[in-house]
């Protein structure tokens, strides 16, 4: 029976469906997270009969066949790249990105990362880094006697030092795009890699063309919604519950025939 195997790629594909809403939901508090979407395919098809074959010997055509599809299955797992909301945090180092952009990391291989999230510190030594202490790109250093740090929109950094009465600008924090962002690889640590699907990074200052503008004391909050990702959840559950259904009733249809005599 052919419907206990598509009635199996069902379930299968409403399990992953699932995962999907279950990740997001589980990452509403994640700063600069993105909501996914699981899309599903069409298995192929069996032919009972082929459309458009000749059904006489005087060419008459098959108008429309027979088909039996096989199944579902999982195509993509897109990720929704649409701005979350801006929190305030009132923390000199949180940067938010209002736009398009990702902050650049160097990773301890010496790979760059891409970012969203803007919760930075200071290493050790005054560098501006990440949660996980990796340097953010250009490598801006903090002198140890700065009273305070200012970020503008267009990612200017600059310091007031005592004793000095004009600000010094310690260098402009880069932003990068990419000409396919749901092609990046997410890492994990809200990191993600450039790939060949994502294109080659574009950089350039905040604020610029086709580049979003940076908020000091702000971050940016997932864009996960909660009533919609309910609402998924429902949906796919029914239709897992409607799946197995199907597994029940070609298990009964199986049953009478093995009780035939």
């Known amino acids: 029976m052919r419907a206990l195997d598509i009635a199996g790629t069902g379930m299968q594909a409403q399990q992953t469906n699932v995962e999907v809403i279950s990740n997001n939901i589980a990452n509403m508090t994640t700063t600069g997270f993105k909501r996914r979407r699981a899309e599903f395919q069409d298995l192929i098809y069996q032919n009972l009969r082929r459309v458009g074959s000749n059904s006489s010997d005087t060419g008459t055509i ?79 250093t903090v002198p140890s006697n700065a009273t305070a740090v200012t970020i503008d929109s267009s990612g200017e950094v600059q310091a007031t030092i005592q004793g000095q009465p004009a600000p010094t600008l310690l260098g402009t924090l880069q932003l990068a795009v990419f000409p396919n962002e749901s092609g990046l690889e997410a890492q994990g640590s809200n990191l993600f890699l450039a790939t060949a699907a994502s294109g080659n990074a574009v950089t350039g200052n905040p604020g610029a063309v086709g580049f979003g503008t940076t908020m000091q004391g702000f971050t940016e909050t997932s864009n996960v919604n909660v009533v919609t990702e309910i609402t998924d959840l429902i949906t796919a559950q029914r239709a897992y519950e409607m799946n197995s259904k199907v597994i029940t009733a070609s298990n009964e249809m199986l049953s009478t025939l093995s009780n035939l005599r």
């Open 62 to 140: 098959v108008p429309a066949g027979a088909q039996v599809g096989l199944g579902v299955k999982t195509a993509a797992i897109y990720r929704i790249n649409e701005q979350g909301n801006l929190a305030q945090t009132s923390n000199s180092l949180d940067i938010a990105i209002q736009g398009n952009g990702y902050f650049q990391v160097t990773l301890p291989s010496g790979d760059t990362a891409y970012t969203r999230d803007g919760t930075f510190s200071l290493s050790p030594t005054g560098e501006i880094v990440t949660a996980d202490g990796y340097v953010v790109q250009p490598g801006i």
